[in-house]
């Protein structure tokens, strides 16, 4: 069951991508903080955002494999792919002490919150196939 598709992809980033900007938003106001890179960390926020929706938009193609390990390679895929862009952007430009940690955290979280509800809804649609699955096979008896 593929629930992210070449027709939905762009408004499920979207709606990534604002729920991450808005909570970002909320929690540099809240702590205090004002941003210098603005502009490029909303840049950031969106490329990323296009990156975990393709990933998480990849669990169809592994619907053979246990689920948890597919999470988990998902996962360690979004985080080495930002972690080498990284490792590539600090040649050109220079990465702040800690900044590694700070990139690993910010992409974890909103990773985890990403997926838990994809699969929530994964879980839910799965479920509703079934229902309707039983229903069709007592309809035929």
Same mark, same amino acid.
């Given at each position: $069951?593929? /629930?992210?598709?070449?027709?939905?992809?762009?408004?499920?980033?979207?709606? &990534? %991508? &604002?729920?991450?900007? #808005?909570?970002?938003?909320?929690? +540099?106001? =809240?702590? @205090? /903080?004002?941003?210098? %890179?603005?502009?490029?960390?909303?840049?950031?926020?969106?490329?990323?955002?296009v990156l975990a929706v393709f990933i998480l938009s990849l669990h169809f193609y592994f619907q053979a494999l246990p689920l948890l390990p597919?999470?988990? @390679? !998902?996962?360690? =895929?979004?985080? @080495?792919? #930002? $972690?080498? /862009?990284?490792?590539?952007?600090?040649? #050109?430009?220079?990465? +702040?002490? @800690?900044?590694? *940690?700070? *990139?690993?955290? !910010?992409?974890s979280v909103s990773y985890l919150v990403g997926a838990i509800i994809y699969y929530i809804q994964f879980y839910r649609q799965l479920r509703?196939?079934?229902?309707?699955? !039983?229903? /069709?096979? &007592? %309809?035929?008896?």
């Amino acid at each position: $069951m593929k /629930i992210i598709t070449k027709r939905n992809f762009i408004s499920v980033t979207c709606i &990534t %991508y &604002t729920f991450i900007s #808005v909570l970002k938003l909320l929690l +540099e106001t =809240a702590v @205090g /903080i004002f941003d210098k %890179y603005y502009a490029f960390n909303f840049l950031t926020i969106f490329s990323l955002s296009v990156l975990a929706v393709f990933i998480l938009s990849l669990h169809f193609y592994f619907q053979a494999l246990p689920l948890l390990p597919v999470i988990i @390679g !998902q996962y360690l =895929a979004l985080i @080495g792919i #930002v $972690m080498l /862009i990284l490792r590539i952007c600090s040649y #050109v430009t220079k990465v +702040e002490e @800690g900044g590694y *940690m700070e *990139m690993f955290w !910010q992409v974890s979280v909103s990773y985890l919150v990403g997926a838990i509800i994809y699969y929530i809804q994964f879980y839910r649609q799965l479920r509703k196939a079934n229902q309707n699955l !039983q229903e /069709i096979k &007592t %309809y035929k008896k």
